[in-house]
């Protein structure tokens, strides 16, 4: 004889809903600040190996809403847009308040190189240059915001015209994405970990402006690295002095800029700027000291 359920049990067997998740937020013309359109916006669960996109709009235009993302952590999540042929990445910090998804006019993320304030490069393989970013940044925002990078897997080519002056240029890779900075300063790097997932750690970058040949104040960001970037440094939050900087020429006329990562072992990545990596077999341009050391940071 077959009995009806008891109440418990029918409650275990039966298929409970899974919580979801809702993320809102506007599209914003990252140079204007005002709402714009992005041709599709996508969410990725960095824990999914498959590959699938978690959600996604198209056609969107000012503000959006994304239902039913599954319960998990916002930091397990990316955001996607695409605008213009352009595809930017952002990282979900939270689902509690809405997110501004930032995209940039084609002609001001590739052509105008006025809006460029130096291109970063990471290599932990000197000898093959394996780069794994390339930022630009926004030079009229402060703090300077990131509005192009490529991720890994990258060659890096130093080409130099008849006054000297280096041209990065790129093969291969990945599209575009957005890499989140957060300016900090040193004393406070550990006390932003909760922003991070569980086993990544932060590069802190750390540079100094010069003005006319008077320096004026060091500049530390921190770039947290995602599933598709290797930038890791251990530890992070080793004060760096200027004689352990790489010093390099930037894109932007009046500025002289400094960049480096703590040089506890072999094994930390080496940090250069556009016009100063010595470690590339085809610069033959002269640098400071400190570039042509660069191999040995």
């Known amino acids: 004889m077959i009995r009806p359920l008891t109440g418990v049990l029918a409650l275990l067997l039966y298929a409970t ?10 599209v914003v013309n990252g140079t204007t600040g005002e709402p714009a359109h992005a041709d599709r916006i996508e969410i990725f669960d960095v824990t999914n190996s498959s590959g699938a996109a978690a959600a996604a709009l198209d056609d969107v235009s000012g503000s959006f809403s994304i239902e039913d993302l599954p319960d998990a952590a916002a930091a397990h999540f990316r955001l ?24 940039y006019d084609e002609t001001e993320v590739v052509e105008d190189i006025a809006l460029l304030r130096h291109h970063v490069i990471f ?3 000197p000898e093959h240059m394996q780069v794994t970013e390339y930022l630009e940044f926004d030079n ?12 890994l897997p990258m060659r890096l080519h130093l080409d130099h015209d008849m006054h000297g002056a280096a041209t990065a240029s790129l ?30 750690t932060r590069l802190v970058v750390r540079y100094l402006l010069h003005e006319e040949g008077e320096a004026l104040a060091w500049t530390t960001q921190v770039i947290y690295p995602t599933e598709e970037r290797h930038a890791l440094v251990n530890p992070p939050d ?18 002289t800029t400094y960049a480096g990562l703590p040089a506890v072992t072999g094994e930390e990545w080496l940090i250069t700027l556009a016009g100063g990596s010595a470690a590339t077999a085809t610069d033959t341009h002269d640098h400071d000291d400190e570039a042509n050391n660069a191999s040995a940071f």
């Open 123 to 125: 290599t932990r393989d």
């Open 80 to 103: 996607v847009v695409t605008s213009g042929g352009i595809q930017l990445r952002q990282s979900i910090e939270s689902f509690d308040t809405a997110m501004d998804v930032f995209v």
């Open 171 to 200: 093969m291969g890779g990945a599209v575009p994405v957005d890499v989140d900075i957060k300016p900090t300063d040193q004393a406070l790097v550990s006390g932003i970990d909760y922003h991070l997932q569980p086993g990544a």
């Open 140 to 151: 009229r925002t402060s703090p300077p915001r990131i509005i192009r990078a490529s991720s």
């Open 17 to 26: 809903p899974c919580m979801a998740a809702t993320l809102t937020g506007q």
């Open 238 to 255: 080793v004060e760096l002095e200027a004689a352990d900087m790489i010093r390099t020429d930037s894109d932007v006329d009046g500025y």
